[in-house]
């Protein structure tokens, strides 16, 4: 079957780095997404990766590892509006999305 | 610049009622998505369209029906609506042929099945 396993909930301080990671299985790879979505709407879209290594943008940052099934999203300078969920999702062979169940990033000051 | 938009925003439904969706883009997007959200869970894809005038099965399509007439629209209806189809609904739409083709969210409707 298909999988992706991300933190059900994390906790960091303002001003500081938080990883948030993800492995998955699935059947074919074509790209790995990040979404970030706040308490009530909907998810918008993050970063995308579909070669290894690092992806920069702003503060924030994606990593891949294909042979690991392996993804991390990396936020630095982390701000009170970054509280939300972080949802990692694979383009599988069918090229249909497959979505982990998110991560509840809880910043306090 | 609308984007997607969905109705209605939230709606309280009784079983057995029909029931449908509205969804509509602007971006000129071939691709486009249903998708169900409930808590604890990733986002399930019920049914999609890669273009106007085809449509396909996702991961939980039982109890919903979609079609595809033009570019814009993608309806998604409920023929008989059970209590298990209590859920935060998106839709969600995509180019194809790009690099990234991400998929863009309209804002859900939220609907409860009594």
């Known amino acids: 079957g298909q999988n992706i396993d991300q933190p059900t909930e994390m906790t960091a301080t303002e001003g500081a780095i938080v990883q948030i990671n993800c492995t998955y299985q699935?059947?074919?790879?074509?790209?790995l997404f990040w979404y970030q979505q706040h308490a009530g709407e909907a998810p918008t879209f993050l970063s995308y990766n579909v070669l290894d290594g690092l992806e920069e943008k702003g503060r924030f940052s994606s990593f891949l590892s294909r042979s690991k099934g392996y993804s991390y999203l990396l936020l630095k300078e982390l701000q009170m509006k970054d509280s939300a969920s972080y949802l990692c999702?694979?383009?599988?062979?069918?090229?249909?999305?497959?979505w982990g169940a998110g991560t509840k990033l809880i910043i306090k000051p | 610049i609308a984007g997607i938009t969905q109705a209605p925003t939230s709606q309280i439904l009784a079983a057995g009622r029909r029931m449908t969706l509205r969804c509509t883009q602007d971006m000129r997007h071939n691709a486009m998505y249903w998708y169900r959200q409930d808590l604890g869970l990733g986002l399930r894809l019920i049914h999609y369209s890669n273009t106007a005038g085809t449509t396909g099965k996702g991961e939980v399509p039982d109890g919903y029906s979609v079609s595809r007439a033009n570019t814009d629209d993608f309806p998604l209806t409920l023929a008989s609506a059970v209590p298990s189809q209590t859920s935060v609904y998106f839709c969600?739409?995509?180019?194809?042929?790009?690099?990234?083709?991400?998929?863009?969210f309209g804002p859900g409707t939220r609907l409860t099945v009594l």
């Open positions: 969600a739409s995509s180019a194809v042929g790009g690099s990234y083709n991400e998929q863009f």
């Open positions: 699935t059947s074919g790879f074509n790209g």
């Open positions: 999702a694979v383009r599988d062979s069918n090229y249909q999305l497959i």
